[in-house]
Nanobody
Framework: QVQLVESGGGLVQPGGSLRLSCAAS????????MSWYRQAPGQQRELVAS???????IYAASVRGRFALSTDNAENRLHLDMNTLKPDDTAVYYC?????????WGQGTQVTVSS
């Protein structure tokens, strides 16, 4: 069973930065894709950013230019670097990985942007 563990959330002031990490229990490049989603209170879960196994990335319009994906191949980690954070970025952030027949989700990490 594949496991995903997120870390790095917390409280940050508007304009600040955070790095989220998703640690996978297997080589991340064996997944079809890995993604970050977020869910704010009372809102549907939405895609934030995604990376295919070949390294192609896409970003939601609301975060493009502020957030960036990167990988740590040695530790099987997908990072989400979040800059110029806004209160609207407040949400629980989830990591998702996709195999041909399965999807895996992490438990989520809370990000709160507030002064």
């Amino acid at each position: 069973q594949v496991q995903l563990v997120e870390s790095g959330g917390g409280l940050v002031q508007p304009g600040g930065s955070l790095r989220l990490s998703c640690a996978a229990s297997k080589n991340i490049f064996t997944f079809l894709s890995m993604s970050w989603y977020r869910q704010a209170p009372g809102q549907q879960r939405e895609l934030v950013a995604s990376m295919t196994g070949g390294g192609t990335t896409i970003y939601a319009a609301s975060v493009r230019g502020r957030f960036a994906l990167s990988t740590d191949n040695a530790e099987n980690r997908l990072h989400l670097d979040m800059n110029t954070l806004k209160p609207d970025d407040t949400a629980v952030y989830y990591c998702k990985a996709r195999d041909p027949e399965m999807e895996y989700w992490g438990q989520g990490t809370q990000v709160t942007v507030s002064s």
